[in-house]
């Protein structure tokens, strides 16, 4: 992925059905509170209502239920990423980027992709959920002109050859070792002050996600990683190069779990421990499949679901399902490792053949038709030299990205109203 749009981040939902929930606020008794200002930011404010859209923006992509409580417990932290973009829009105009040239087309189609949903089809999303496409294009901006900012400030040889060559004898050397896959969430502490904020936002995610939302979706809303654009995935790292605040916790965890608030150098980490392993042999569930899915509504009549599932003889036919019933959730072609999927599908799918249509799978969701577009075979874990590099990129891109915002933090004046 390019710097560019390396923190185009919105969830993938290819195993959650949106419906449009009853909101918490009645527009006409409060259309005067929502106009209060939130913060100000230098010369700009934050309302209110921006804090309302893009905290519905999140619960409607990240699985959270939408109550009372879950808007108490993620409201700090939205108001903090909306604190941080208005420092990056403000950041971006007085370095002479242009925000109305900005051309998001292609920003909206990786969302997409994000989102499972096919090409064209975010538009009808945002509507059927009612969200506010005046803060999902907020996001963007900011997420388009940061990156490109800090790309500005990388050196074009900032990752040598002899950089990747060392990294590469590394992992070699490590191939042996108990290795770990691993999800992190970071959020930065650039002011002493703060840290206990800090913290208590940390904890209040963790608290998301215990409740059933996913990590993988608010890490892409809320992490200050460079892995937030990948659902804070970090890979499979051996136990050697943990590092000194992590390999106490990882090492004792169970595959699944997810760690405490750790304080590392910069800020505080959460980790969700996906799966463990011993040396980087090659693992069957690391086969890949490429699947389509159609969810239909857990009270549909069972003869329904036969006769849509009759239409699916290739994955062409989810395509053509999608314009006969738009109300249906279509997925576009997902690619996942079989070890990702949730245990119920991955006893459906495991040695499902290309082109099969699966069992009706029933979820929490609803009752998913599922079909297998392609296979690949398990490769190595061991990171390419294209990984590698990237990987390395990243980790400077991460690196200069947390100076430049800190140092854009402690110049500014930003007073919190609510």
């Known amino acids: 992925m390019s710097h560019l749009f390396r923190r185009i981040a919105l969830p993938c939902l290819w195993f959650l059905i949106l419906a449009a929930g009853t909101s918490a606020w009645a527009p006409a008794a409060r259309a005067q509170d929502f106009m209060r200002i939130a913060a100000v930011v230098n010369e700009d404010a934050i309302s209110v209502l921006d804090v309302r859209e893009r905290t519905e923006l999140i619960l409607a992509t990240t699985g959270l239920s939408d109550t009372p409580e879950t808007r108490q417990r993620i409201i700090p932290q939205v108001l903090r990423t909306l604190i941080d973009e208005t420092l990056q829009l403000q950041e971006a105009e007085r370095q002479g980027f242009d925000l109305e040239q900005v051309n998001l087309g292609f920003a909206y189609g990786i969302v997409e992709q994000n989102l499972g949903l096919s090409a064209g089809q975010l538009q009808g999303f945002m509507q059927y959920n009612r969200l506010s496409q005046e803060t999902l ?22 990752v040598s050859e002899e950089d990747v060559d060392e990294e590469m004898l590394r992992i070699e050397a490590t191939a042996n070792e108990p290795a770990y896959l691993l999800a992190e969430m970071f959020l930065a502490v650039d002011e002493p002050e703060r840290e206990a904020e800090i913290e208590a936002n940390m904890r209040r995610l963790r608290e998301a996600v215990m409740s059933g939302a996913s990590f993988p979706q608010l890490a892409r809303q809320f992490s200050q990683a460079a892995s937030a654009a990948d659902g804070g995935d970090l890979g499979w790292i051996a136990q050697s190069q943990l590092g000194g605040e992590l390999a106490p916790v990882v090492t004792s965890m169970a595959v699944g779990a997810l760690s405490e608030p750790i304080r590392v150098i910069g800020g505080y980490s959460m980790i969700l ?7 980087m042999e090659i693992d069957p569930m690391d086969a890949g499949i490429v699947m389509r899915q159609a969810v239909l509504p857990l009270d549909s009549d069972p003869a329904m679901v036969r006769e849509i599932g009759a239409l699916l003889t290739a994955c062409d036919d989810f395509g053509a399902l999608q314009q006969q019933r738009p109300n249906l959730l279509v997925s576009a072609a997902i690619t996942i490792r079989l070890g990702e999927l949730q245990p119920s599908f991955l006893e459906v799918l495991e040695d499902l053949a290309p082109g099969d249509l699966a069992q009706p799978i029933e979820s929490n969701q609803g009752i998913h038709l599922v079909m297998i577009c392609e296979r690949t075979e398990p ?17 400077q891109f991460d690196l200069i990205a947390r100076g430049y915002l800190r140092d854009l933090r402690r110049q500014a004046f930003v007073d919190v109203r609510i």
């Open 273 to 279: 421990l996906r799966e463990r392993r011993q040396g």
């Open 137 to 158: 294009d907020r996001q963007l901006s900011a997420e388009i002109a940061w990156s490109e900012l800090v790309t500005r400030r990388m050196r074009s040889d900032e």
């Open 379 to 395: 490769e190595s874990p061991l990171a390419t030299r294209e990984e590698v590099r990237a990987n390395l990129e990243n980790a």
